[in-house]
């Protein structure tokens, strides 16, 4: 009995030992649709669904930006509550405007809210490291990760996935237990031809790629069946057109408005004192924009209760384009930024690994659960978030 008691801890033990060294590689791909991979020759990305698991959808926050979204995804809060509102917005404790431009305001620690997963890990004593993750360039928390970089579009795909491969080899005390890693496409090419194009077949074939590349240098590592990878996206892309777009000064008179920022196809607007309820009465049976006022907003979009958030949110309805100038022909090719429930805007979530079931199909969730997928998957506390794990924990192969 003694014997069989001693067998079945040292086992567990080393179970355990086992799930605790398993490592995480988080990989983003800018823009990519939760179709794509449908519409398009996509051999890796079906091969990581076969070995693991593919939602269905992952239905991304409001507003479907870059930044909001990546800030999400690395702390499972709404943009609400981690204060990147937008891809630019007015920050009034800061005295500024936060753009993604702006290198001073993106590496600013102030601007963030919340603990991103690369916080949770390092404070809790494990290397994380990230190649462009949105917010990994500002000491948030006092924290950079161990390894990170300051935001270069130009470095080929190929050689981050060396990059990356070169931290995986470090010695076992330098090296990181997650890497976040990040690419701009097919989210600049869906922005320029629309999601439905020959153009984007040839990109996503190249993001095939550089996925098979990053597959294969992982398998190549020693402890390569330990790497749990996921990859994922921000958000999708819709089609737009010139014959789709509303002029805002068609219907506002400019005395009513202080500021307008973000663009299409949402904006933040800045209302002159009392303009608020004619903004929104003069938008209000206008094809192809709706203007919420903070209250207003539905409950569903988590939005509008931050003190970034200005005093009226336009948002375009889905396919169309709102803007500040007259000329509607710059409104071709894709866009995104719309509301959520708009299945053009919801995008992918891939995981293979030890730690993940094979040929999972999960059903679709929201992009907040991400951060304590991470978190559980390397046995970190994770921070109070707004993610749910009930209703992603279908694909773990492993207990808890
Ligand atoms: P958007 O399509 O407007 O939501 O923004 C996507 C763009 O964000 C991409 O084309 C990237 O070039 C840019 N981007 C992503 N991460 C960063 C970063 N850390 N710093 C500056 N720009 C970034
Ligand atoms: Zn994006
Ligand atoms: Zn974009």
Request: glycine content about 8%.
């Amino acid at each position: 009995m003694l014997t069989i008691l001693l067998i079945a801890s040292s086992s567990c033990k080393r179970k355990r030992t086992e799930t605790f060294e398993n490592y995480v590689v988080v990989v983003s791909f800018d823009g990519f649709r939760w179709d794509y991979a449908d519409l398009y020759e996509a051999p890796a990305f079906d091969a990581l669904a076969a070995e693991g698991v593919r939602a269905e959808r992952m239905i991304p926050s409001f507003p479907t930006k870059t930044f909001p979204n990546h800030y999400t995804l690395a702390t499972g809060l709404y943009p609400d509550h981690h204060g990147i509102i937008n891809n630019s917005f007015y920050a009034p404790e800061l005295g500024g405007l936060y753009r993604m431009s702006d290198r001073k305001m993106v590496e600013n620690p102030d601007a963030y809210f919340g603990e991103p997963i690369w916080v949770t890990a390092e404070q809790q004593g494990m290397r994380a490291a990230s190649y462009y993750w949105v917010g990994s360039e500002a000491p948030i928390g006092g924290t950079h990760p161990s390894y990170w970089k300051s935001y270069d579009g130009s470095v080929p795909y190929m050689d981050r996935v060396d990059t990356v491969i070169e931290w995986l080899k470090l010695p076992v005390k330098k090296r990181p237990r997650l890497v976040l890693l990040y690419f701009d496409e097919p989210d600049h090419s869906g922005h320029e031809y629309g999601p439905v194009h020959p153009e984007m077949g040839v990109v996503v074939e190249y993001l095939d790629e550089v996925l098979a590349y990053l597959r294969a240098e992982i398998a190549e590592l020693e402890y390569g069946d330990r790497v749990n990878l996921i990859v994922l996206s921000d958000h999708g892309m819709a089609s737009i057109s010139p014959d789709r777009y509303v002029y805002l000064y068609d219907h506002l008179k400019p005395k009513w408005v202080e500021h307008i920022l973000g663009g299409n196809p949402v904006s933040l607007v800045d209302a002159s004192e009392g303009s608020e309820d004619s903004i929104t009465h003069a938008l209000k049976d206008v094809q192809g924009v709706t203007a919420w006022l903070e209250n207003e907003i539905p409950a569903r979009l988590h939005y509008g209760s931050s003190d970034r958030f200005p005093d009226l949110l336009l948002v375009a309805d889905s396919g169309w384009s709102i803007g500040a100038g007259r000329d509607a022909s710059v409104y071709t090719g894709g866009a995104h930024g719309y509301d959520n429930a708009f299945s053009q805007m919801h995008t992918i979530f891939y995981a293979a690994g030890p730690d993940f079931k094979e040929g999972y199909v999960q059903p679709a969730f929201p992009n907040v659960d991400v951060y304590g997928i991470v978190a559980r998957l390397l046995g970190l506390k994770p921070a109070p978030n707004d993610g749910d794990l009930s209703r992603v924990s279908g694909m773990f192969s492993t207990p808890d």
